[in-house]
């Protein structure tokens, strides 16, 4: 048995659930220690997972027993967590978005590499099988010059779920609006798959639907490295939600992936495609999280900690390191630039 790898966890929104869920599937990990703003809810939370509560999230990062911490809070809060538990010598797992400006991001990035601590970040659609498969496929040639990866990241949140938290739907604290908090998810996956960075975006946002302070629908021209081009539409204005669909095209073939499930394989004139069975998965029942935030596999979670420890170990390599994490943002904020200034923006201009 090895020894115990003790967990902190900042923050007991709703998303605490699936990190601790991750911790408990781990044979050798332990929910230690949890901190809330309100305690009053971090002492339900301990009551039901059987730790300790700190009152005052510095206090969690300070103890001895905690190797690593899992930050749950407001988007906003995430780098100033970030940076302390680094320089106080623990690793850190953090949600997406794993900060709201590419100076904070780049802030937690220096933090654990001065500390020789590992930033991890969670975007738990990395670990999908068939996300995998498609990457793969797309790293291999067999569709040819890829000319267009795009995304539609149509989902839907009521006024209610806005609501719930002060933070949400605010720039200070949620960082913007369907495109930084729901559509960050399929924006990493769909760079994540085509391998390149995206070079320039070309965007407008509009508040639609929702009394919020930021965009709930959003549409950008991409433009990548390597010459593809790209359509990105997110929001949470379109009732019922549609999930995530990213759609890769080149030359001698073209994908479909729909939430988490390749619905869409076809190539031709390729020397080393494929057998269907290794691409294509017998379809999946289909997420309804695109509708209620509440509907979400665990399984990712659970991979991403399983992970995590073992880089922290072993030295494997991280699912999402905070050098990956950080290129969503990228594109996220140039998108929100663009649409600022009415005009397209590159994102090498950006920090």
Not at 42 to 61: M, P
Not at 238 to 267: M, R, S
Request: with cysteine; proline share 2%; net charge negative.
């Amino acid at each position: 048995m090895s020894e115990t790898f003790g967990f902190g966890i900042i923050g007991t929104g709703n998303i605490s659930t699936w990190h601790a869920a991750g911790i408990e599937a781990h044979p050798d990990c332990s929910v230690t220690a949890v901190s809330n703003r309100t305690v009053s809810k971090a002492e339900t939370f301990a009551e039901k997972y059987g730790c300790d509560v700190e009152s005052d999230w510095r206090a969690l990062i300070s103890r001895d027993d905690i190797s690593a911490v899992c930050i749950c809070t407001a988007s906003g809060l995430h780098a100033e967590q970030s940076i302390a538990a680094s320089q106080a010598g623990k690793h850190v797992l953090v949600e997406k978005p794993m900060a709201i400006t590419l100076k904070d991001a780049a802030d937690m990035i220096a933090a654990a590499r001065a500390n020789d601590t590992k930033l991890g970040v969670i975007f738990q659609k990395r670990t999908e099988p068939d996300v995998l498969k498609l990457k793969k496929a797309v790293n291999s040639g067999i569709f040819g010059t890829i000319l267009f990866g795009d995304a539609s990241i149509k989902w839907w949140r009521n006024q209610a779920y806005y609501d719930s938290g002060a933070w949400r739907g605010t720039w200070d604290l949620d960082g913007g609006g369907c495109t930084m908090n729901q559509g960050i998810h399929g924006i990493d996956i769909l760079q994540y798959i085509m391998g390149v960075d995206v070079e320039s975006v070309y965007a407008k946002i509009a508040t639609a639907a929702h009394d919020i302070e930021v965009e709930d629908v959003a549409i950008a021209l991409l433009t990548y490295k390597n010459g593809a081009f790209g359509r990105l539409q997110t929001s949470t204005a379109v009732n019922p939600g549609q999930g995530n669909i990213i759609e890769i095209n080149g030359t001698l073939g073209t994908a479909v992936l729909t939430d988490d499930t390749i619905t869409g394989f076809a190539v031709s004139d390729s020397k080393e495609t494929p057998a269907e069975d290794e691409i294509l998965a017998e379809p999946a029942e289909r997420s309804a999280s695109a509708s209620n935030p509440m509907d979400l596999s665990m399984s990712g979670h659970i991979e991403h900690v399983r992970n995590f420890v073992y880089a922290v170990r072993n030295g494997e390599e991280l699912i999402c390191s905070g050098e990956e994490g950080i290129k969503s943002l990228r594109i996220i904020h140039a998108l929100y630039e663009s649409a600022r200034r009415g005009e397209e923006v590159f994102l090498d201009e950006l920090l």
